[in-house]
């Protein structure tokens, strides 16, 4: 059971909802996807009419929760309005921070990651910074309160994968709150290597939602967290640099 702050989840995979061709395949892929967490930019949302239509319309909100991001901010004030208009919307007291701090690489603004997430714990807010893989800058999100901390695997949306490994080990060695990889997840492999690392858990969209088939794929997404976790749990045999036989070799004939 994966637990953030007052919230428990038993599917470890979360979903964004944007950039899919129509809404019902956004809603089979999110039924294929096991996921119990939404993830959704609030500039999608009419904060002002929260009552006007909206993508989240064909989904079963009842059996999701759900986590508005601050995407599109590129201030601490920007984030933290968002996040209180999520609030006063009614939407969810669980957000997620993102503060941009490039155009062209969509890369985290650290700085100003962490001060929107010192504000918004203060503020009383299930706070879950996204970040990049830098293991310093992790620590002191936790240290300002976080209740989660979501690493980049890589830049969003590009499919790189995990470009960093021993960052995101050394990320989840260190926290003391779930650790979730986000952005930059490609192909299942990538989300299996993540639960492999020891992550608490995975969010992706764009692996999903721009797939050739984003029902099978959010499928294949759901099975390979589940596997990347059993994997982890289980432990893997350590690498050797030469071979080694899984027959024994005692009581072969010889001449």
Known sequence: MLQIGEYQFES???LGTGKFRNLDIQAEAVAASGTEVLTFALRRVNLEQPDQPSFLDRLDLDRFTLLPNTAGAKTVEEAVRLARLARASGLCHMVKVEVIGDDRTLLPDPLATLEATRQL??????VLPYTNDDPILARQLEEAGAHAIMPGASPIGSGQGILNPLNIR???EQAGVPVLVDAGIGAPSDAALAMELGADGVLLNTAVSQAKDPVRMARAMKLAVEAGRLSHAAGRIPKKEVASPSSPVEGIPTS
């Open 121 to 126: 714990v203060e503020e009383g807010f299930t």
């Open 170 to 172: 050394l990320i989840i």
């Open 12 to 14: 470890r995979l979360f």
